[in-house]
């Protein structure tokens, strides 16, 4: 059973970080992409970053470029979101995603998600 899961999210004030992990399991994503979407309430799941399979290509949504950064660790079949300079906009719930391809996929072409964590930034 393929499974992701996502762990690190929390309440957090505006300004400060929290780093996300997702550890998959039941087969090894080394040669896929993996990335994070978010969902507010009421709005669509949204791209937030992408990494390519060999951590070498990496992609970010223009409202989290320069605060947010993606890496992966194949050996630990691991992917992170470090988050920095949090703002109450980025309140959501935050999910892996994991596919031969991420970036430029509309969330309903990905086959393997994980639950979700939530992450609440307050002002």
């Known amino acids: 059973q393929v499974q992701l899961v996502e762990s690190g999210g929390g309440l957090v004030q505006a300004g400060g970080s929290l780093r996300l992990s997702c550890a998959a399991s039941?087969?090894?994503?080394?040669?896929?992409?993996m990335g994070w979407f978010r969902q507010a309430p009421g709005k669509e799941r949204e791209f937030v970053a992408a990494i390519s399979w060999s951590g070498g290509n990496t992609y970010y949504a223009d409202s989290v470029k320069g605060r947010f950064s993606i890496s992966r660790d194949n050996a630990k079949n691991t992917v992170y979101l470090q988050m920095n300079s949090l703002k109450p906009e980025d309140t959501a719930v935050y999910y892996c995603?994991?596919?031969?391809?991420?970036?430029?996929?509309?969330?309903?072409?990905?086959?393997?998600w994980g639950q979700g964590t939530q992450v609440t930034v307050s002002s």
């Open positions: 995603a994991a596919d031969w391809r991420i970036y430029g996929l509309a969330p309903r072409m990905i086959h393997y």
């Open positions: 039941g087969r090894t994503f080394s040669s896929d992409a």
